[in-house]
């Protein structure tokens, strides 16, 4: 697997689309839970993408690919948990959750997958990162007491069933068998997980330049333009109608479980079309690296959580023991500002059950400075980070210490947007940049 930040994007569609797919593995290396010896583990922040999932749209005119979104133990991927996570979520009824989730599924049941369903192989892959996650912070790092209670884990997802089940998924994973009435997520009704600041005008425009940015560079795409309409052609359909479908999504689902793409009398859409589509996203993806309008977007869309999360590493910097474990479950549109706020500009688009984690470090030898560790997909990203890349130049100590963080979120993002504001609020409502 290669480095998600170090290693970015190459040009090869099939082997981006293979990495998007995430296809669960029996061993991954990670990098979560390494410090010097005298450093101790005093909280984490995991931010997650949810799994696989069924499309979100159909390719017009077409069939519903055949998946079946039942957890069942002869079919691959598999997790010597799964049954045990099926039994233990039938038990759930009753689980507290803050309103609208009480009423969502707790795991994926239909044979024919609904419209943006998590599969098992969603399953499978928290079931493994929390295994994973398990084995590293609670096993080697006790980072929890035996006798945890709810206000030591901060659980959150938004309202739909595939974030709330991927974060069971997780949970499930890091701690089997889970007394319900010690859990209990909470709402976000913002796919940018931003609370009560949700509404910031200059975010806004700095997503419609971006926008308009991603048009005009389809516009100068012939190739694809000609993909699309040699598609509508084979679906009998406006070409139009196919784009606004946004037949990638469907593709990828079909690609990722090896299911043939839809054929009619016209013929049959193709392993080219795919790669044509595919090659396109991947120079989107360099082109918003380079053009910088989505870095505005980002810092501003990725305030509220880092600002939320600074706080939470605060809190228990100074001894507080809540919310030691914190889990987001979240979205692609969740974890991609993040990424880019945080000026790892390499990082690859955020794949089916990424996982973006903080991890805050006590020093033993000095109990008064804390530090902060960030791990992309298992792989330590701290000094790629905006706040963090020129530590080792000036100074000696080994890991980033929290204060870079937190000056980061309390002063420097504002800093990089150019506006002179000093807090949130002022950036969101300064007139146009």
């Not at 795409?221 to 606004?244: F, G, H, S, W």
């Not at 605060?314 to 549109?333: C, I, M, P, Y």
Request: hydrophobic residues 35%; glycine residues 6%; contains cysteine.
């Amino acid at each position: 697997m290669p480095d998600p930040v170090t290693e970015p994007p190459v040009m090869d569609p099939v082997y981006e689309a293979l990495l998007y797919c995430n296809i669960p593995r029996v061993a991954e290396r990670s990098m979560e839970g390494h410090a010097p010896h005298h450093f101790k583990l005093v909280s984490v922040h995991v931010f997650i993408r949810h799994g696989d999932r069924y499309p979100l749209y159909v390719i017009p005119k077409t069939k519903r690919p055949e998946i079946d979104c039942t957890l069942v133990a002869n079919r691959k991927p598999y997790h010597p948990k799964l049954e045990a996570f099926v039994s233990h979520m039938s038990k759930g009824s009753g689980a507290s959750f803050e309103s609208p989730l009480h009423s969502l599924p707790l795991y994926p049941s239909h044979q024919l997958c609904e419209m943006g369903e998590l599969t098992q192989t969603g399953v499978v892959q928290h079931l493994q990162n929390g295994q994973l996650l398990r084995d590293i912070y609670l096993k080697k790092h006790k980072l929890l007491p035996h006798d945890w209670s709810t206000k030591q884990l901060h659980l959150e997802t938004t309202g739909k069933s595939r974030t709330l089940q991927s974060g069971l998924a997780l949970l499930y994973g890091f701690l089997p068998d889970f007394d319900w009435k010690k859990v209990y997520f909470r709402h976000q009704p913002s796919a940018l997980f931003c609370s009560g600041n949700c509404y910031c005008p200059l975010r806004n425009q700095y997503l419609e330049k971006e926008q308009r940015r991603q048009y005009l560079l389809r516009l100068k795409n012939r190739q694809l333009e000609r993909t699309y309409e040699e598609m509508a052609r084979i679906v009998d359909a406006p070409t139009k109608q196919l784009r606004a479908a946004n037949p990638i999504d469907a593709m990828l689902c079909l690609f990722c479980h090896n299911v043939s793409f839809p054929c009619t009398r016209n013929g049959c859409v193709n392993m080219e079309h795919f790669k044509v589509i595919k090659r396109h996203q991947i120079e989107d993806e360099r082109e918003r690296q380079e053009k910088k309008l989505y870095l505005g977007y980002a810092l501003l869309g990725a305030h509220p959580i880092l600002n939320q999360t600074v706080g939470r590493m605060r809190r228990a910097a100074e001894g507080r023991k809540e919310e030691l474990f914190a889990l987001s479950s979240a979205h692609d549109v969740t974890l991609a500002p993040i990424l880019s706020a945080l000026g790892l500009t390499e990082a690859r688009f955020p794949r089916f059950a990424a996982r973006l984690i903080f991890e805050l470090w006590q020093d033993r030898e000095k109990p008064g400075e804390h530090s902060v560790r960030i791990l992309y997909d298992g792989v330590d990203v701290t000094f790629h980070t905006s706040f963090c890349q020129d530590h080792h130049r000036r100074s000696p100590k080994p890991m980033c210490p929290l204060e870079n963080f937190v000056r980061f979120v309390k002063r420097d993002m504002f800093v990089a947007l150019g506006s002179g504001s000093t807090n949130y609020y002022d950036a969101c409502h300064r007139e146009g940049s």
